[in-house]
């Protein structure tokens, strides 16, 4: 089931692109989204969660220049839509709302936090290179992968 659910989620990730680039709306776009985490309840907080947290990264991605986010890339890993995904990800993780970035921890920290969070030492790993979109869709499936952004604990 966790294979299926995950299949189609990495099929919404792309289509929700590929539609926006072709004007769709908004509001139609997520209806999909709806739809799929209706189908299925075991997952749909988390399906739900994710779509929430790539609506805040396309909001920051729209709204600030290309040197504001910058660095924030898994461009080596071997699986561009995993990569893409995975920067959606860290851009949600870095944003308390849809139009500011937190800059105060290093985005080193994170990327290692998630890179944790996936089962990777670090993100240099063959085994972290070789990492599929539908991996990180599972491990945000399974609550593993944090998605959306958590203020850092006072010192």
Do not use: C
Not at 17 to 37: F, H, L
Not at 70 to 88: C, R, V
Not at 103 to 121: H, K
């Amino acid at each position: 089931m966790l294979d299926k659910v995950s299949s189609a989620v990495v099929g919404l990730y792309l289509d929700d692109q590929t539609d926006a680039q072709r004007g769709i709306s908004k509001v139609e776009r997520n209806k999909k989204w709806d739809e799929v985490a209706r189908k299925n309840p075991v997952f749909e907080k988390e399906i739900l969660g994710l779509k929430e947290a790539l609506e805040v990264a396309n909001n920051i991605k729209e709204t600030h220049t290309t040197n504001m986010i910058i660095g924030i890339s898994f461009s080596g890993l071997y699986n561009k839509t995993a990569g893409d995904l995975l920067s959606d990800i860290l851009l949600s993780r870095k944003s308390p709302s849809a139009d500011y970035i937190h800059r105060s921890s290093l985005e080193l920290d994170e990327l290692g936090y998630m890179a944790a969070e996936m089962g990777f030492t670090d993100w240099e790993s063959s085994l972290a290179k070789g990492v599929s979109a539908k991996k990180v869709v599972k491990k945000v499936l399974e609550g593993k992968l944090r998605v959306k952004y958590q203020p850092e604990p006072a010192i």
